[in-house]
C-alpha cells in the first residue's frame, strides 16, 4: 500500500494495480467486484491510495494485449480475496483517521458542548459517530461545521425547527437559500423581512376595514393610518412622526371633551362626521433643542357615505388654524391635511392650499389610498400572497391580491409640492 502526503487532483496513478512478471497489467483504478468501485473517485482517499499487488500466479490468465485479465479460475479465485484485503486495511487506516476526527473535532467544540444539557450531550456525541462512521467522503472540516450547528441548534430555543424546514426544501430551494446567506447576514434579513411582513399586514388590514361599509366607527382606522404614513409619499417615511396628543387636545376642546371616543382613545378625536389624528415631527435649534413642530400631517377619515367636497376641506383649514391661534403651529411649519373618504365630490379631488403653500389639503379616496400603498411596496402584495405570515394571519391570498371593487370611480391624486 502506497500512500502520498498530499491528495492528489485526479485518481490518475491511483487505485488497484495489478503486476504479474515486473509488468503492469491494465491501468491502475478503483474498481471492484460486479464492476463497483471500492472507493468513489471524488474522494480524497481515492486521490491519496494506490494498492500494488504482486501476482505471478495469474500470469496465465492476462489477456493477449495485457490490458486486464480473462475469467480463468485462478483469477476468479483471487479477486475477491485481494479486494476483501484492500478494503480491510483501507478500512483500519479510515478506523484511525475517523478516531482522530472525532477527537479533534470534540476538542475544538469543548466550549459549546459545555453547554449543553446531558441528553442533547448524548445525541450530539452519537451525530458526529454516525457521520464520520457512515459518511467518510466528508471531509473533517464539513463534519465540524454540521456539529457546531448541530450543538448550536440544541442550545438554541427553536431546536430543530430549522433543520424540519430544511428538510422539506427541494435542491433549487436550497440553493436560493445559500444565494441569500451569500449576500445576506440573518440579521439583515429578517429586519428587512420583519419589515416587508408589518407593512403587508398593515396593508391587508386597512383593505379590509376600509372596504367594510358597516364600520360602525372610523376612529377605528386611525391607529392604523398612524403607522401607515409611509403611504402617502417617501417624506412621511420618518420613525420621527408621531401622535401629537397635545394638538389632538385642540380639537378634543373645540368638540366637547364629553364627545364619543375622545377619552378612550387620546390619540385622535371623534369629530361629528368622521375621526382626525394629527402626527407630528419636531423641529430643533442649533443645540438640538426642540423649538415647535417642523412636520405635521392630519388624516382626517371621513365615514363611509359622507363625499368629500370643499366643505370636509375647509373643515380641515379650520382645524389648522384653530393650531396657529394657540402657537402650535408657526409659519415655519409645514403642514399636510389628508383628507379621506370613500368617494370625492365632483370637481374637489384638487388640493386646497393656504398660507402661501405652506398648508396643502388633500383629498384622497380609500381606494387610491391602497392602490398608493400597493405601488410603494413595489408590487409585492402580488409576488408575496403566498407567503406563510399572509396564512397564519387569516387573509386569504386571492382576495389579498385581487380585492373587491368598490362602486365608485378610481382616483390617483399626486399630493402637491408647496413652492
Request: aromatic content about 8%; some cysteine.
Amino acid at each position: 500500500m502506497v500512500e502520498t502526503n498530499r491528495t492528489d487532483r485526479t485518481t490518475l496513478q491511483h487505485g488497484i494495480a495489478w503486476r504479474v512478471g515486473k509488468r503492469l497489467v491494465g491501468t491502475p483504478n478503483w474498481i471492484g467486484l460486479s464492476d463497483k468501485r471500492i472507493l468513489d473517485g471524488r474522494s480524497a482517499d481515492a486521490k491519496r491510495y494506490t494498492f500494488i499487488v504482486f501476482a505471478d500466479f495469474l500470469e496465465e490468465a492476462v489477456s493477449a494485449d495485457w490490458t486486464g485479465f480473462d475469467a480463468k479460475p485462478a483469477w476468479e479465485a483471487a479477486r475477491p480475496l485481494i479486494h476483501a484485503k484492500i478494503q480491510e486495511m483501507l478500512s483500519l487506516q479510515s478506523e484511525e483517521k475517523r478516531t482522530q476526527a472525532k477527537a479533534d473535532i470534540r476538542d475544538t467544540l469543548g466550549h459549546a458542548i459545555l453547554r449543553l444539557p446531558p441528553l442533547g450531550r448524548e445525541r450530539w456525541d452519537n451525530f458526529v459517530d454516525q457521520v464520520i462512521d457512515k459518511c467518510p467522503t466528508i471531509s473533517p472540516s464539513e463534519v465540524q461545521q454540521v456539529a457546531e450547528i448541530l450543538a448550536n441548534l440544541e442550545i438554541s430555543s427553536s431546536k430543530y425547527g430549522l433543520v424540519s424546514k430544511l428538510h422539506t426544501l427541494v435542491p433549487g430551494d436550497l440553493d436560493q437559500l445559500d444565494a441569500i446567506l451569500s449576500d445576506w447576514s440573518v440579521a439583515t434579513a429578517k429586519i428587512a423581512l420583519d419589515e416587508i411582513q408589518a407593512r403587508l399586514k398593515l396593508l391587508a388590514e386597512l383593505d379590509q376595514k376600509l372596504r367594510d361599509k358597516n364600520s360602525d366607527e372610523v376612529g377605528d382606522l386611525q391607529p392604523l393610518f398612524e403607522r401607515s404614513l409611509w403611504v402617502f409619499g417617501p417624506e412621511f417615511e420618518s420613525i420621527e412622526f408621531t401622535s401629537n396628543r397635545g394638538m389632538t387636545k385642540v380639537i378634543q376642546e373645540l368638540f366637547g371633551s364629553d364627545q364619543t371616543g375622545s377619552r378612550l382613545r387620546p390619540d385622535f378625536v371623534i369629530v361629528p362626521d368622521g375621526s382626525v389624528g394629527f402626527y407630528s415631527r419636531d423641529a430643533y435649534d442649533d443645540d438640538h433643542e426642540v423649538i415647535g413642530v417642523a412636520r405635521l400631517v392630519v388624516a382626517e377619515l371621513k365615514r363611509a357615505g359622507v363625499p368629500i367636497g370643499s366643505d370636509q376641506k375647509g373643515q380641515a383649514w379650520e382645524y389648522v388654524k384653530e393650531l396657529v391661534k394657540r402657537g402650535l403651529v408657526t409659519k415655519a411649519t409645514r403642514v399636510t391635511c389628508f383628507v379621506l373618504g370613500d368617494s370625492i365630490d365632483d370637481g374637489e379631488a384638487d388640493a386646497r392650499t393656504e398660507m402661501e403653500g405652506r398648508v396643502v389639503i388633500q383629498p384622497v379616496t380609500y381606494e387610491t389610498f391602497i392602490r398608493r400603498a400597493e405601488k410603494r411596496m413595489l408590487g409585492l402584495r402580488e409576488k408575496l400572497k403566498n407567503a406563510p405570515f399572509l396564512w397564519t394571519a387569516g387573509v386569504d391570498p386571492d382576495k389579498f391580491v385581487n380585492p373587491e371593487q368598490p362602486a365608485q370611480s378610481e382616483l390617483d391624486v399626486d399630493t402637491p409640492q408647496p413652492a
